[in-house]
């Protein structure tokens, strides 16, 4: 049986001694955990099963994935695998709003249970607002814009005011935040609004899955990683 306090891998997954070092090491060191490999080669069990193996799987976890994979990957893998309540928040905004809001009721009613929320990136990218009165996020203004933003004391240059899309996402914390295909997650680029947005998610433990972490540019490695 494996020792909880440590990933060991699990009955249904057979983990190689690198990835149990990285796990194990990540945990220590309380720093994000990059997942690399190929498409097909097993990314998203292994991280499930790291959750798992490691004693963290009681508790709200979520999930960033792009759209082909939120069903077909996440949803398929977390109801085969564990006995979880799975969430996938899709459709119109009032239906990712009920979706958040359930699952934050069922972590809340049931905190001995894993409770699984499966999104998608656009969800975090905040919206201008045209009230410039939001101060969830204050950017300055591209210089051909200013003669049009806004110019409250929030800053000293003019900026414009941006809102969280769903705030329930930002007003909870989460045991893992796990972003999917992380290159094309809008994250490369750490002052992107997208990566702004899931920056500002409060989770215990972070982990960063993509087949190309560099992207052609090793300067987005950073953007993953911070």
Known sequence: MADKKRFEGSDHYVATDDLRVAVN???????PLLVKGEPGTGKTIETIAAVYEAD???G??????????????????????????VIVARGKRSE?????SEAVRLATENP?????????????????????TSNDYVRKAKPKEEHLACKCTRLADPHWHYRWKFRLLHESVFITKIVDEAHDAAIGNNTSLTAVGLHDIKSLKTMVLTATPFGGKV??????LH
């Open 25 to 31: 090491a990540a945990i220590a060191l309380e720093r």
């Open 112 to 132: 001995h249970e894993s409770v699984w929320l499966i999104t998608n990136p656009s969800m975090f990218t905040p919206e201008k607002d045209a009230t410039n």
């Open 56 to 58: 963290m799987d009681r």
């Open 60 to 85: 709200l976890h979520l999930v960033v994935a792009p759209i082909s994979s939120m069903y077909s990957v996440w949803e398929r893998e977390l109801l085969q695998w564990t006995d979880a309540y």
């Open 219 to 224: 300067i987005k490695l950073f953007g993953l």
């Open 96 to 100: 990712r709003e009920a979706a958040i």
